[in-house]
């Protein structure tokens, strides 16, 4: 993930799911609270396994660096009230562990600094989950996701892998991750004796969409979450799709994405880890990536610390 717009650093104002201050003391004892149209109740069993002080507090802090649709947004610009992917499924894991994951905005470089001076107990940012950050945190990690390649509604040209977009015209924001996988993808277009990718470069995501959305190129090239949710949204959901190939089902060049937990909680990073295989087994977690049109990079187990690098 990169560093959000200055604004997330202006508004350090805490959420929580009720929209009260996260700051004061314990939560009041939760009932069922529901998250994308699922009710979740409190497993006493995780809510005992977690350290006394989150017991004693009700709340867990959790840093988070909005807006990064779909994972961070706020609800109305330019106040608190979050939502998003990383929000819900927060309040999901909250109502399971009997506790509040109550959000506060917060610099991305700065997150994980923050968690080891102790202000935050976690962090969900869409973090990639990687050996640098494992030395001073520790991850449960809850997505996969890589570069995805996003085609207007009914997909045309029929694009269902990287190397459909062989001598053809893709667009990709200038400087990015799915630039350099699409010219890395070059070699293998020639070596299946196609035309080398068309790549139009713009500077922004939104002037790669409109060149899609004007038929000047056949996809845009992006992170699958960014496509999905885009996806989901543009136009009502009437004017792309993603397309999903099965031999990179979280996206290419796919990594884990995780909830960051501070290394002296070990004992809520793995009430964490429980409470999320709970939800993926019952089917919330699955509603909740839905919502944000992701599904495709939930994962099935909850790991912990699954670095690719």
Request: proline share 5%; net charge negative; with cysteine.
């Amino acid at each position: 993930m990169s560093t959000a717009s200055a604004l997330s650093v202006a508004i350090l104002v805490t959420v929580s799911a009720c929209g009260e201050d996260a700051s004061d003391g314990a939560a009041e004892s939760p009932a069922a609270t529901t998250v994308a149209g699922v009710p979740i109740a409190q497993d006493t069993a995780l809510h005992a396994a977690l350290p006394e002080e989150i017991r004693e507090s009700g709340v867990v802090r959790v840093a988070t660096d909005v807006p990064y649709a779909p994972f961070e947004m706020f609800v109305t610009e330019g106040k608190p009230e979050l939502t998003g992917l990383d929000y819900d499924l927060g309040q999901a894991l909250g109502a399971k562990l009997g506790v509040r994951f109550a959000f506060t905005p917060q610099k991305f470089d700065g997150i994980v600094p923050a968690i080891q001076a102790g202000k935050f107990d976690a962090a969900m940012s869409a973090m990639t989950d990687n050996k640098e950050r494992q030395a001073v945190v520790d991850f449960v990690d809850y997505s996969v996701s890589g570069s995805g390649i996003m085609v207007v509604k009914g997909n045309p040209e029929k694009i269902t892998t990287l190397n459909d977009l062989c001598g053809k015209k893709a667009a990709v924001q200038a400087a990015t991750n799915q630039l350099d996988l699409l010219q890395e993808h070059q070699a293998k277009c020639k070596a299946a004796g196609k035309g080398e990718i068309d790549i139009q470069t713009f500077p922004k995501d939104s002037d790669a969409q409109l060149a899609l959305r004007s038929d000047k190129v056949v996809a845009q090239v992006q992170t699958k979450p960014a496509a999905g949710w885009t996806a989901k949204t543009a136009d009502n959901g009437n004017a792309f799709e993603v397309v999903d190939d099965p031999a990179a089902a979280g996206g290419y060049g796919a990594s884990p994405n995780g909830i960051a937990v501070s290394k002296k909680l070990p004992q809520l990073s793995d009430a964490i880890q429980k409470a999320l295989q709970a939800l993926i087994d019952d089917g919330t977690a699955a509603k909740i990536f839905d919502k944000y049109g992701v599904a495709s990079i939930a994962v099935k187990e909850a790991t912990k610390n699954a670095a690719v690098d």
